[in-house]
C-alpha cells in the first residue's frame, strides 16, 4: 500500500526535526567541548608561564655604571649564589606543576575518549533503530 501525499509529509517533518535535534545537540556538545579545552589550555598556560617564572627568575637586575677617564661603562651585576633550598624547592615546584598539567590533560582526554564511544554507540543504536522503524 503506498503511502499518500500527507503521510510522507508527516514522515519528512519527523525525521526534520529528528536530524535538527541531532544538530543542536552535537553544536551544543562542541561549545562544551570547547570550553573546557580552553579551561584546561589556560591552566597549563598559567602552570608553563609560573614555571617559567620560577626558572628564569622575576628580578631584574640593574647594571651599574661607571666612569672612567671620561668614559662611561656599565658593568654587568655579579652573579648571587643561590641557596640549595631555593634551588629544590624551585626543582620541585616544577616537577610538581609539569605532573599537574600531564595528570589534567590526561584525565580530561580519557574523558573526551570515553565520550566519543558512548555518543558512537548511540548514534549506531539509532541508526538501527531508525532502519527498523
Not at 652573579?79 to 584525565?107: D, G, N, P
Amino acid at each position: 500500500m503506498e503511502k499518500t501525499l500527507s503521510e510522507e509529509k508527516e514522515e519528512l517533518i519527523r525525521k526534520n526535526e529528528y536530524i535538527r535535534h541531532n544538530i543542536e545537540e552535537e553544536i551544543s556538545t562542541l561549545k562544551n567541548d570547547a570550553a573546557r579545552i580552553g579551561k584546561i589550555a589556560l591552566i597549563a598556560g598559567g602552570a608553563i608561564v609560573l614555571t617559567f617564572l620560577l626558572v628564569k627568575g622575576s628580578k631584574g637586575k640593574e647594571k651599574k655604571i661607571v666612569q672612567l677617564n671620561g668614559s662611561k661603562y656599565a658593568l654587568a651585576p655579579a652573579k648571587e649564589k643561590e641557596s640549595f633550598i631555593v634551588r629544590e624547592i624551585r626543582k620541585y615546584m616544577i616537577i610538581f606543576l609539569a605532573t599537574l598539567a600531564r595528570q589534567k590533560l590526561t584525565a580530561y582526554l580519557q574523558k573526551l575518549n570515553n565520550r566519543n564511544k558512548l555518543e558512537t554507540n548511540t548514534s549506531k543504536a539509532s541508526e538501527l533503530q531508525e532502519r527498523w522503524s
